[in-house]
């Protein structure tokens, strides 16, 4: 009997869509003035993400929709834990 | 005008071809091995005693313990229907098939022939033969000659008049149209189950709402679609079996039964030096299954080394042993040149090419670098929670 391939040892796996990458930021007043080297124009809105924290691994964002001096858009967030910060799309 | 060829419960029905003794029993199509445990199709008496197509296996045999599930016969199904669709091409019709038990053809050609247009679709009828309880359904529209078969009695053909295509279409359901289940579960929310009740949605509300798809099922609903027919090449039958002596389960032999198969075919003087661009590969398997996988080529090549890099792989796939191994080119080039195609290529051509653009892609990037998104929790308000990407099997 021929083995079913989906039976076989492979390293398929499910990922995440949409990890954080991390970013560099620049902030002042914790708001990002600087993301990756380029200067944001004008933050559009600003929002905190507080979830999960029944669990051992709570989350704790403050994102920020901006617009950069390129005219490019960015979602940044802080990690109000680590106090790191990543780009993501929203 | 349009015409519509339907088969109801084809696979069924091409795998009870040889088993007369089941006739008028509850009988039902197997699942296929390795996929979830659903039935297929059901014969009559099946049906009165409960049984629907995709029931769970374990609840339709519940419902009927003197069910008899019959194998998929996948190869045998092919063989029968492509042994119709050349009697519809002998009876003068250029056929486009949809899948096995659903073809389109174009009746203008045949209608002077024969005598009208009731005579062309008699025509047609005959070629398929009465055991297979036909319906036709003829329109100028192409969803129309879809919808007037679905209705159109066994051995019978319907005719749906230009003018009349609105209100023949309105009662329908809209199960007729090939939506998403996704886009379908949509309408059924809005409390949408009629052509009719659709047809008279404002378009732009419906493209709004339901996209491309949702569009080009409106144009349906109201018999405004434009598609035509796009017949077939009928295919040159050049193939090559390899009876064992006793089944084979071991993937080696099975390689090495290949190897002499493609010798043997792409030896054969009917190729005229003209490449494939398709090739099928089928095994009639121990207990009567039988199994088929059909490969569209990126590019014809009638290259040994190649054509066997892409069928090998293949073999693991196979759910038993095998008694015969067959081997058939398909679709061969004009020429032994390369020509490229003037008209994009749609329907089933494109899917056919997109999956195996997919193979492709999957062959020179790795088996992850194909995947679907997959909604987890589209309401989360983590952004990388809400989707996660899985690998493609196809």
């Given at each position: 009997?021929?083995?079913?391939?989906?039976?076989?040892?492979?390293?398929?796996?499910?990922?995440?869509?949409?990890?954080?990458?991390?970013?560099?930021?620049?902030?002042?007043?914790?708001?990002?003035?600087?993301?990756?080297?380029?200067p944001?124009?004008?933050v559009?809105?600003?929002?905190?993400?507080?979830?999960?924290?029944?669990?051992?691994?709570?989350?704790?964002?403050?994102?920020?929709d901006?617009?950069?001096?390129?005219?490019?858009?960015?979602?940044?967030?802080?990690?109000?834990?680590?106090?790191?910060?990543?780009?993501?799309?929203? | 005008?349009?015409?519509?060829?339907t088969?109801?419960?084809?696979?069924?029905?091409?795998?009870?071809?040889?088993?007369?003794e089941?006739?008028?029993?509850?009988?039902?199509?197997?699942?296929?091995?390795g996929?979830?445990?659903?039935?297929?199709?059901?014969?009559?008496?099946?049906?009165?005693?409960?049984?629907?197509?995709?029931?769970?296996?374990s609840?339709?045999?519940?419902?009927?313990p003197?069910?008899?599930?019959?194998?998929?016969?996948?190869?045998?199904?092919?063989?029968?229907?492509?042994?119709?669709?050349?009697r519809?091409?002998?009876?003068?019709?250029?056929?486009?098939?949809?899948?096995?038990?659903?073809?389109?053809?174009?009746?203008?050609?045949?209608?002077?022939?024969?005598?009208?247009?009731?005579a062309?679709?008699?025509?047609?009828l005959?070629?398929?033969?009465?055991?297979?309880?036909?319906?036709?359904?003829?329109?100028?529209?192409?969803?129309?000659?879809?919808?007037?078969?679905?209705?159109?009695?066994?051995?019978?053909?319907?005719?749906?008049?230009d003018?009349?295509?609105?209100?023949?279409?309105?009662?329908?359901?809209?199960?007729?149209?090939?939506?998403?289940?996704?886009?379908?579960?949509?309408?059924?929310e809005?409390?949408?189950?009629?052509?009719?009740?659709?047809?008279?949605?404002?378009?732009?509300?419906?493209?709004?709402?339901?996209?491309?798809?949702?569009?080009?099922?409106?144009?349906?609903?109201?018999?405004?679609?434009?598609?035509?027919?796009?017949?077939r090449?009928?295919?040159?039958?050049?193939?090559?079996?390899?009876?064992?002596?006793?089944?084979?389960?071991?993937?080696?032999?099975?390689?090495?039964?290949?190897?002499?198969?493609?010798?043997?075919?792409?030896?054969?003087?009917?190729?005229?030096?003209?490449?494939?661009r398709?090739?099928?590969?089928?095994?009639?398997?121990?207990?009567?299954?039988?199994?088929?996988?059909?490969?569209?080529l990126?590019?014809?090549?009638a290259?040994?080394?190649?054509?066997?890099?892409?069928?090998?792989?293949?073999?693991?796939?196979?759910?038993?042993?095998?008694?015969s191994?067959?081997?058939?080119?398909?679709?061969?080039?004009?020429?032994?040149?390369?020509?490229?195609?003037?008209?994009?290529?749609?329907?089933?051509?494109?899917?056919?090419?997109?999956?195996?653009?997919?193979?492709?892609?999957?062959?020179?990037?790795?088996?992850?670098?194909?995947?679907?998104?997959?909604?987890?929790?589209p309401?989360?308000r983590?952004?990388?929670?809400?989707?996660?990407?899985?690998?493609?099997?196809?």
């Open positions: 009997m021929v083995a079913h391939p989906r039976e076989q040892g492979d390293s398929r796996s499910a990922r995440r869509l949409n990890e954080p990458r991390p970013a560099r930021v620049l902030e002042q007043k914790g708001h990002p003035v600087e993301v990756n080297r380029v944001v124009a004008l559009r809105e600003e929002w905190r993400v507080a979830d999960r924290w029944w669990t051992e691994a709570p989350v704790q964002r403050r994102y920020f901006v617009v950069l001096e390129t005219g490019e858009n960015a979602v940044v967030f802080r990690d109000e834990l680590t106090g790191r910060w990543y780009r993501q799309r929203a | 005008m349009i015409a519509c060829l088969l109801s419960a084809f696979p069924l029905r091409a795998a009870l071809a040889g088993r007369p089941l006739r008028g029993q509850p009988v039902a199509l197997a699942p296929e091995p996929r979830l445990p659903l039935i297929g199709p059901c014969t009559a008496a099946a049906a009165d005693a409960g049984i629907k197509p995709g029931m769970r296996l609840e339709a045999l519940a419902t009927c003197e069910l008899r599930l019959v194998e998929q016969d996948p190869a045998g199904s092919e063989e029968q229907w492509e042994r119709i669709l050349r519809l091409e002998d009876a003068g019709f250029a056929v486009e098939p949809v899948e096995a038990g659903c073809a389109y053809f174009e009746t203008r050609g045949v209608e002077r022939l024969a005598g009208g247009l009731e062309a679709l008699r025509r047609a005959d070629a398929v033969g009465t055991g297979w309880q036909p319906r036709v359904g003829a329109a100028s529209r192409r969803f129309a000659a879809l919808a007037a078969a679905s209705v159109a009695p066994a051995g019978k053909a319907i005719v749906v008049d003018d009349d295509t609105g209100l023949f279409l309105e009662p329908l359901p809209v199960d007729l149209l090939a939506l998403s289940p996704e886009r379908r579960g949509e309408l059924s809005l409390g949408i189950k009629r052509l009719g009740e659709l047809a008279r949605l404002p378009g732009a509300a419906v493209a709004d709402r339901l996209g491309l798809d949702g569009s080009e099922a409106w144009r349906q609903a109201r018999g405004e679609d434009e598609a035509g027919v796009a017949p090449r009928p295919p040159e039958a050049v193939a090559e079996t390899l009876e064992f002596p006793e089944p084979v389960g071991n993937e080696l032999t099975l390689g090495w039964a290949l190897a002499a198969l493609l010798d043997r075919l792409l030896a054969r003087p009917e190729r005229g030096g003209r490449a494939p398709q090739i099928a590969l089928a095994a009639r398997l121990i207990g009567g299954g039988s199994w088929r996988r059909t490969l569209t990126r590019e014809p090549t290259e040994a080394e190649r054509l066997r890099a892409a069928l090998g792989p293949r073999l693991a796939e196979v759910p038993a042993p095998v008694v191994l067959r081997l058939e080119l398909g679709e061969l080039t004009e020429s032994a040149g390369v020509q490229a195609e003037l008209i994009r290529p749609r329907g089933n051509r494109l899917r056919e090419r997109l999956r195996d653009g997919l193979r492709q892609a999957r062959a020179a990037a790795g088996v992850d670098a194909v995947c679907t998104v997959v909604e987890v929790a309401w989360s983590i952004p990388e929670s809400r989707a996660i990407l899985v690998p493609r099997d196809d």
